[in-house]
């Protein structure tokens, strides 16, 4: 899609260069601790360096970022615009705990209407504290759809209460990490439709997602052979095995 102006812009802040241990969270996060909400505040003021103003239609944004400003910043920076959104469908491989309590947060006070999250295929069986949360919320019926599918793509549809429709693309997901990433903000309704049309697809079109699972299979036994290097539950979430 053409866009009539695209803006680029580069945050100056350098990503982390220690290499950290990664870890899976053993016990539920219960509280948003300052130092993260610092962080996220840091976010969106480093997004407000380079993009200070209202986003229009037909104005596309791209960025670089240090790695800190995930995709939750940008839906901060949006808010800051736009109170409340109606809907907001978030499509990630992973979101941390601190991202998922933010959430249920603008949820229960209103700044977002409903929520669709769509989430990797592994997402349940490696960070499963987090997705014990998000389904505890899910039966409350805090979030309005929760799915997970063999899906890498990180978008986020913002639907603002005058009918602004916000995509943003990103390459992070919705956690902060020590890495170079890039995203793009666009305020389009065509966008907004194609992608909310594409991301509902993938989750009816139960081909497709037999498809994605049979080539990751033929892939990682071609790889690795029949007993690939993979954990009972990974081989179960990724391939599709019972």
Known sequence: MKQDKTERSAISSSPLQAKFKKTRRKTALTTISTEDEWR??????ELNKVMSDRPTPGRSIHILTGGNVDLLA???????FWPKVRRVFLSAWAIS????????RWLENGSIGTLELLLGDIFPSKYKKEWEKLMEMYDAGVITNIYNSAIHSKLMLIDCEDGTKIVIESSANCNMNPRIEQSCVTVSDELFKFYDVYLHGVLEDEEARYVVRKTMQTFMETKYGTEADLADDERAALLGED
């Open 40 to 45: 996220r505040a840091n976010g969106v003021q």
């Open 74 to 80: 940008h839906l901060m920076w949006v808010m800051q």
């Open 97 to 104: 705990a601190v991202d998922i309590l933010l959430c249920k």
